[in-house]
């Protein structure tokens, strides 16, 4: 039993009866259907009234040789593989028409062997042309595929930034009803801490990148928000932001986003006393040698003996995103009030 393949059509472009009536006899017995066309113009008429899987073309024709007739097959939408026939000593004309798109090309050759020559040379064109199609299948596949997963992963950010903003409202809905100031200010801050966390993830979700943070942007929002939470009176210090562009991890970012809370908090907290103004500088540079420098700074007493007056948890947090970021934060003990500084590398 035979296995039944379709014909492969092949349209055979070539003024040369005698050669053109063997090519169709002998690449008839190996499955090809075969079309011919006397010149260029009965091969572009074939074209249009017939599909072909692959087409062979003279480059000797009385009125357009082949390679005034090629770029009318190349240019045709979806166009089959053309392999160009040339004479024999003739490299330039050969070189010419792959560089106009050919897909190979045959040295036409009286001698029997012309028939298996030009039938390896378009199975071999068949052959790539159909490696090109799966790859590009492949591409296809891939590109869905991580279009879904960066769709889900979008998705995710939304909730969990919707899930924190959720804890959050909770936290401000508790606050109305707590007398305690102490108990306000904690309960603030650890609202504070949540939004760090919630603003990378809102970010994400907004962002086209989904593997890194446009710094630049979540920083303004981000001391937007520590603005509005934590001084909300007209005296309290005003929280300024410098930052140059950049963009980092996910990871850095949420790392980053509550360093620069605690301290700002911290700040806010010991540097001015209460209706006292005064400036919280925040900054974030490359430094020359590729890293990135933040910086948190106040013009209050200093961190005098450090001993906390809090919790101390501020502290523990910071040194835990620090050495995340394989880093640490340094205190400036030329500056007259806080100067904390973080190098990371970006
Ligand atoms: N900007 C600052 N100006 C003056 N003193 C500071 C400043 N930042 C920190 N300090 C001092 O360092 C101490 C330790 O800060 P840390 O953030 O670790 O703890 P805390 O703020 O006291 O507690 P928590 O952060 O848990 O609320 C503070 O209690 C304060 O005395
Ligand atoms: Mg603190």
């Known amino acids: 039993m035979t296995l039944e393949r379709p ?53 000797y024709m009385p009125g357009r040789d082949g390679l005034d007739v090629l770029p009318d097959i190349l240019h045709r939408p979806a166009p089959p593989p053309v392999v160009y026939v040339t004479g024999a000593q003739e490299g330039r004309i050969a070189v010419a028409a792959l560089r106009a798109g050919a897909a190979d090309y045959v040295i036409k050759d009286v001698s029997e062997d012309f028939t298996a020559l030009l039938r390896s040379a378009l199975e071999d064109a068949l052959l790539r042309r159909r490696l090109e199609r799966e790859n590009e299948e492949a591409q296809e596949q891939v590109r869905i595929a991580r279009d879904r997963a960066e769709c889900m992963l979008r998705e995710v950010n939304h909730r969990v930034g919707n899930s924190l903003q959720l804890v959050s409202t909770f936290m401000s809905l508790q606050l109305r009803h707590m007398a305690d100031e102490g108990a306000r200010d904690a309960l603030r801050e650890a609202q504070a801490r949540i939004e760090a966390v919630a603003h990378v993830h809102r970010r994400l979700y907004t962002s086209g990148d989904m593997e890194t943070v446009d710094m630049q942007a979540y920083l303004d929002g981000l001391v937007g928000e520590l603005t509005k939470s934590l001084g909300s009176d007209a005296a309290s210090p005003n929280i300024t932001l410098q ?81 995340g970021l394989r880093s640490a934060v340094e205190f400036d003990s030329a500056h007259k009030g806080v100067r904390a500084c973080l190098a990371f590398d970006l």
Do not use: W
Not at 26 to 36: A, C, D, F
Not at 38 to 59: S, T
Not at 298 to 314: A, Q, V
């Open 7 to 59: 014909p492969i059509r092949l349209l055979y472009i070539d003024d040369d009866r005698g050669l053109s009536r063997l090519v169709q006899k002998e690449l008839g017995r190996h499955g090809y259907e075969v079309t011919l066309a006397a010149d260029g113009d009965a091969g572009v008429a074939a074209l249009d009234a017939d599909d072909f899987d692959i087409c062979a073309l003279d480059h």
């Open 243 to 323: 930052a140059e562009p950049m963009r980092v991890s996910t990871d850095q970012a949420v790392s980053l986003g509550v360093i620069v809370t605690e301290l700002v908090t911290n700040a806010v907290k010991y540097a001015y006393g209460a209706g006292e103004a005064g400036e919280i500088r925040v900054r974030l540079a490359p430094d020359p040698s590729g890293r990135a420098i933040l910086t948190v700074e106040d013009d209050g007493p200093g961190l005098g003996d450090g001993k906390p007056k809090g919790t101390g948890l501020g502290g523990k947090i910071i040194t835990a995103m620090a050495s």
